[in-house]
């Protein structure tokens, strides 16, 4: 049995909705999740969901019996750390055989508390005494949809970087690949535990290449033919003001209401969960992004390795096929 952590949550729904395209899968998911709303296409596919209070110890034991691998994908909510420890616990008493943590590349920062709390919850991973894998994530791709709402309106990307500060944004289909090399084997069955390479081992998944704000700006502009788009370096305020904002704006609202439609009638027959912006940001969620660029702005602390090739044995996708893609998301409203 496979367990996944989050799955109301953008990481867990989209590592979640990748495992959910093998069919015979399926009976051998099972996912937790605070609100059962964003689920329902889980529980339509077959998919055991089960709602769970992470600070309630029984309900945890109930929810890890019978589990042999742990995806936990940790989360945006306020107690994260919290609730990570409290499943690391569970786990280590569960007789679980392996825990993949999806954690973040700045957990190696140590003056930024909302990326210091992704190293506080791998050392409970570490000292689970579980097999585990910890997969430090670069700047998902992904997380820009949360961008696209500035970019119709101002015709402008902003980012708190300067303009030539570089990233290595990774896709978050190369995440969910690279978390299927390591818990399904050759016939896309669960492996009973982690490959003896794998075990015990970082890796830090980035996309093919280091990037720029300006450099995406050119990107955008060639894949949505509007010639007129600009960068803007951003104060963190600027860039909390909006992402704050996202909630009361009614175009990105009905983005949202139209994506939980698409999400609650998913077959699964085909990767759809890469082109959703999914929620409103939470206040931690925004947080971890300025953190994010803040450490990167200090540290140039972004930089491309080939551990997401190693994995899925796989060429990486880049930010221009993510905006080719994604274009009409960014377009200029006229």
């Not at 395209?21 to 529980?43: A, D, I, M, T």
């Not at 590349?105 to 894998?133: K, M, P, W």
């Not at 299927?180 to 980035?206: A, F, M, N, P």
Request: proline share 3%.
């Amino acid at each position: 049995m496979l367990l996944i952590t989050g799955a109301d949550q953008f990481m867990g729904y989209a590592i979640t909705s990748h495992m959910a395209q093998f069919e015979h899968l399926r009976p051998s998911l099972r996912v937790l999740c605070q609100n059962k709303n964003r689920c329902h296409g889980f529980l339509k596919a077959g998919i055991d969901v089960r709602v769970v209070d992470y600070n309630h110890p029984n309900q945890l034991s109930l929810a890890l019996r019978g589990v042999d691998h742990i995806i936990l994908a940790i989360g945006n909510e306020p107690n994260r750390v919290e609730n990570a420890k409290h499943i690391c616990t569970v786990a280590a008493h569960s007789g679980v055989t392996n825990i993949v943590c999806v954690s973040h590349i700045g957990a190696v920062s140590r003056v930024h508390a909302s990326l210091q709390e992704f190293n506080t919850i791998e050392e409970q991973v570490i000292d689970s005494n579980c097999q585990y894998t910890i997969l430090r994530l670069d700047f998902v791709q992904q997380y820009l949809h949360l961008w696209s709402n500035y970019a119709e309106k101002n015709r402008t990307l902003i980012l708190p970087l300067t303009a030539v500060t570089e990233i290595c944004p990774v896709d978050i289909t190369d995440v969910c690949l690279a978390i299927e090399s390591l818990l399904l084997d050759c016939k896309r069955l669960l492996r009973t535990s982690l490959d003896d390479k794998h075990d015990g081992q970082v890796y830090s998944l980035t996309g093919p290449e280091s990037i720029s704000g300006k450099s995406m700006v050119e990107l955008l502009i060639h894949a949505t033919g509007y010639q007129k788009f600009k960068y803007f370096h951003g104060r963190p305020m600027d860039l909390n003001y909006y992402l704050s904002g996202l909630s009361k704006d009614v175009w990105f609202d009905a983005r949202l209401k139209g994506e939980m439609s698409q999400i609650y009638h998913d077959r699964f027959d085909k990767v759809g969960y890469n082109n959703k912006a999914y929620c409103i940001p939470t206040e931690k969620q925004i947080q971890t992004y300025l953190d994010y660029f803040d450490w990167v702005q200090q540290s140039a602390g972004s930089v491309c390795v080939a551990h997401t090739t190693m994995l899925t044995q796989l060429p990486c996708k880049s930010v221009q096929t993510f905006f080719e893609q994604n274009a009409n998301s960014f377009k200029p409203r006229v």
